[in-house]
């Protein structure tokens, strides 16, 4: 089993609104029947608008939607028909093989096929510094940001996806995309982000924990993408 995850650009002349409903319709018959196993939808939508103020952008157009997928083999020709699949649906894609790792899973919200998950998803796409070589890069990412963000975020999911490699041409350079879900609450106010509703301390402790983390391993701005969660196998 290999996981591919795939960045998606809106086309060009469509709302964000009607191109996610198109996505949510037509993906997961179309999926299911080319021998998808599990797929889920990442789409920047007016569920997420309130979150903007949590956006941080490096690419000069981020993508509007990330899907994930779990197939069979990722290999470039029993890959194609899904490839061709996604693009007849986007301005253009690019695709990663991913290695998934789940250090929280989400036992509070679960999420249901076809629904959108409760609060909102935060996807950060890094980069590796290059003030890190990759493995010391990997260790502070997964063994000391991560269980540290845990501790001081209001997060009930979070999945590291480490590339093994892009697929396709020209996909931008990554090195790993996370995704954390938070409750709705977190969109707008930091103090739900940070699990410090009506404790300044617990907030500026937690604040300074993650900021001195994060400047560590990454050269900000990063690319950080508020968005509705979907369900769709």
């Given at each position: 089993m290999?996981?591919?995850i795939y960045l998606l650009w809106c086309p060009e002349g469509l709302d964000t609104e009607s191109w996610g409903a198109t996505l949510r319709d037509t993906l997961p018959q179309t999926l299911t029947q080319l021998g998808v196993h599990s797929a889920r939808l990442n789409i920047d939508d007016a569920d997420v608008a309130a979150a903007q103020a949590l956006r941080q952008q490096r690419m000069a157009v981020q993508p509007g939607a990330l899907l994930q997928?779990?197939?069979?083999?990722a290999n470039d020709a029993l890959r194609a028909p899904i490839d061709a699949a996604i693009a007849a649906c986007c301005q253009q894609h690019a695709a990663y093989l991913v290695t998934e790792s789940v250090p929280l899973h989400n036992t509070k919200h679960p999420a249901h096929k076809g629904q959108r998950t409760l609060g909102f998803a935060q996807l950060?796409?890094?980069q590796r510094t290059p003030r890190m070589d990759p493995e010391t890069w990997r260790h502070h990412w997964q063994t000391v940001q991560t269980p540290m963000a845990i501790e001081t975020q209001d997060t009930f999911e979070y999945v590291q996806n480490t590339i093994v490699r892009a697929l396709t041409k020209e996909a931008p350079a990554i090195d790993a995309i996370v995704e954390e879900c938070f409750?709705?609450?977190?969109?707008?106010?930091?103090?739900a982000f940070f699990n410090a509703v009506?404790?300044?301390a617990a907030f500026q402790r937690n604040l300074a924990r993650m900021m001195n983390s994060v400047n560590r391993f990454l050269d900000?701005?990063?690319?950080?993408?508020?968005?509705?969660?979907y369900r769709l196998i």
């Amino acid at each position: 089993m290999e996981k591919v995850i795939y960045l998606l650009w809106c086309p060009e002349g469509l709302d964000t609104e009607s191109w996610g409903a198109t996505l949510r319709d037509t993906l997961p018959q179309t999926l299911t029947q080319l021998g998808v196993h599990s797929a889920r939808l990442n789409i920047d939508d007016a569920d997420v608008a309130a979150a903007q103020a949590l956006r941080q952008q490096r690419m000069a157009v981020q993508p509007g939607a990330l899907l994930q997928v779990c197939i069979d083999c990722a290999n470039d020709a029993l890959r194609a028909p899904i490839d061709a699949a996604i693009a007849a649906c986007c301005q253009q894609h690019a695709a990663y093989l991913v290695t998934e790792s789940v250090p929280l899973h989400n036992t509070k919200h679960p999420a249901h096929k076809g629904q959108r998950t409760l609060g909102f998803a935060q996807l950060a796409l890094l980069q590796r510094t290059p003030r890190m070589d990759p493995e010391t890069w990997r260790h502070h990412w997964q063994t000391v940001q991560t269980p540290m963000a845990i501790e001081t975020q209001d997060t009930f999911e979070y999945v590291q996806n480490t590339i093994v490699r892009a697929l396709t041409k020209e996909a931008p350079a990554i090195d790993a995309i996370v995704e954390e879900c938070f409750p709705a609450a977190a969109m707008t106010d930091p103090y739900a982000f940070f699990n410090a509703v009506g404790d300044e301390a617990a907030f500026q402790r937690n604040l300074a924990r993650m900021m001195n983390s994060v400047n560590r391993f990454l050269d900000l701005p990063i690319d950080c993408i508020p968005s509705s969660q979907y369900r769709l196998i």
